[in-house]
């Protein structure tokens, strides 16, 4: 041991390259690629394990979103991959964690030519309340899961009753969404208990609310439709407001769809809106239902579909004005060509000596008369109301619901987007009218 020193040196090296060789990575991840993500869109959970903090971001946020976006210790990171209707498309999620970094590659597919997507939109029901203990204030989670199953019967084509035309099959499913915005579970599906102070509430009056607290109540209606249920103020003029919905926007341009208003952005957020865009039920009749061989207009599960269908973008099934009012003009408002136009205003006059003089609910309550042909019809269209067997669409309303859910901003899904067009909301709010359509009855039950 001539050179002690040299020797104490190089044993030092050893201890701290063999400390170099074990050193533990800052953080590991259970998976770090998704190939052929299906064109239906698909929702994927990863483990993140390490002691440090940590950060999720997609580079392509327009159609895989991550939840959480940071965290600290071990986790669960959620990403969620929307359909994809355009062409095949890859993607990222980077892992940042005590200056290392990991980068999660997803590729999907495009939905084959010819094939069609499945929607699947999350709904999300804010439940007002100011009495806990009222079962008409204070829904039942149960009983809204059982409502919109209903609901999801008729966007299938599973009609009630016999007769009338084809039912069409949307190929639309309505799910109770799982998670809040922030990718958080829900402790109950699809639903949040919100106290409110005042109860009653005027339907049109919150509609067009520009309160902070109103528009808060909103989540990103990019994914999620808001469904929102309160007790409606009742003007006692012998009829019941039911439900109330606004309609949606349309893209100007070659995709514009007529009947609705059109903004010449094909992405907007709820901060560009001054009004919450929403469905609103009267939860005064949330417990209605029709029993089998018998009818009745407060049925809550015909009204939910009826305002689902104005969300889309579908108009009444008889004429109107462009404020949803009644005109003595008997001309097509609804731009579908198979729903036979007939004249609401006779229709009402008739309804007036029907409800004044009573002599059981007859066949002759159900008829319309074209205003075309002259010829007379059951009515078995959702976007009718008043007496009707209400329980289904027909193929051109078919056919502008898939457009509104193909290219509509606002609206939860896969869009058809170019690949010149910018994803970019605009600041601010922007000037847009407020347009809604509500239902209206007078209340009819009967075999």
């Known amino acids: 041991m001539k050179h002690p020193f040299v ?14 060789g074990t050193e533990e990575p800052a953080f590991t991840l259970s998976r770090d690629d998704f190939s052929n993500v299906s064109p239906e869109g698909e929702n994927f959970t990863i483990e993140i394990r390490t002691i440090g903090s940590w950060t999720a971001t ?11 976006s940071s965290g600290t210790g ?8 929307e359909g994809n209707l355009e062409a095949d498309r890859t993607g990222k999620v980077v892992i940042l964690c005590e200056n290392e970094r990991s980068e999660i590659n997803i590729t999907q597919t495009a939905l084959p030519a010819g094939e069609e997507l499945t929607y699947r939109i999350p709904v999300i029901f804010h439940v007002l309340y100011k009495d806990p203990m009222d079962r008409y204030q204070y829904i039942s989670a149960s009983r809204i899961r059982q409502v919109l199953a209903n609901v999801n019967d008729f966007y299938d084509g599973k009609p009630r009753w016999t007769g009338g035309d084809t039912p069409q099959d ?57 469904i929102v249920l309160y007790n409606f103020k009742d003007y006692n003029d012998g009829s019941v407001t039911m439900g109330i919905s606004h309609l949606p926007l349309s893209t100007q341009g070659a995709n514009y769809l007529e009947g609705l208003y059109s903004v010449e952005y094909t992405h907007l957020e709820n901060s560009n809106l001054g009004y919450p865009q929403c469905v609103s039920i009267n939860s005064l009749y949330f417990y209605e239902d029709t029993d089998p061989g018998y009818y009745n207009t407060a049925d809550v599960n015909v009204t939910l579909a009826h305002e689902l269908g104005h969300y889309l973008g579908l108009h009444h099934a008889f004429n109107e004005d462009e404020r949803g009012g009644l005109v003595r003009d008997c001309e097509d408002t609804d731009y579908c ?14 309804l007036g000596d029907f409800y004044a003089n009573p002599d059981g609910l007859t066949k002759e309550a159900f008829q319309r008369e074209d205003c075309n042909t002259g ?18 669409f027909t193929p051109n309303q078919r056919a502008r619901m898939r457009h509104v859910l193909e290219y509509s901003p606002l609206i939860p899904g896969a869009k058809r987007i170019s690949s010149t067009t910018t994803r970019m909301a605009p600041q601010g709010v922007l000037d847009i009218p407020v347009i809604y359509r509500k239902c209206t009855r007078c209340l009819v039950k009967g075999q």
Do not use: H
């Not at 997609?58 to 959480?68: A, G, R």
């Not at 579970?185 to 609310?209: A, H, K, R």
């Not at 010829?375 to 289904?392: A, G, K, P, Q, V």
């Open 7 to 20: 020797c104490i040196l190089f044993v030092l090296f050893c201890l701290l390259m063999a400390g170099c």
């Open 58 to 68: 997609s580079l392509n946020d327009d159609w895989c979103t991550v939840y959480p």
């Open 74 to 81: 071990d986790g669960t990171i959620r990403i969620e991959v």
């Open 170 to 226: 949307i190929n639309l499913e309505f799910v109770l969404a799982e998670t809040d915005e922030e990718g958080n579970e829900l402790e109950t599906p699809g639903v949040e208990y919100v106290q409110w102070s005042q109860m009653p509430i005027d339907c049109v009056s919150f509609m067009n609310s520009t309160e902070k607290r109103v528009l808060d109540l909103m989540w990103d209606m990019n994914k999620y439709i808001n």
């Open 337 to 350: 060509e198979d729903t036979p136009p007939y004249n609401r205003y006779a229709y009402s006059l008739w």
């Open 375 to 392: 010829e007379t019809f059951l009515s078995y269209n959702l976007m009718d109301y008043e007496i009707s067997f209400s329980d289904r």
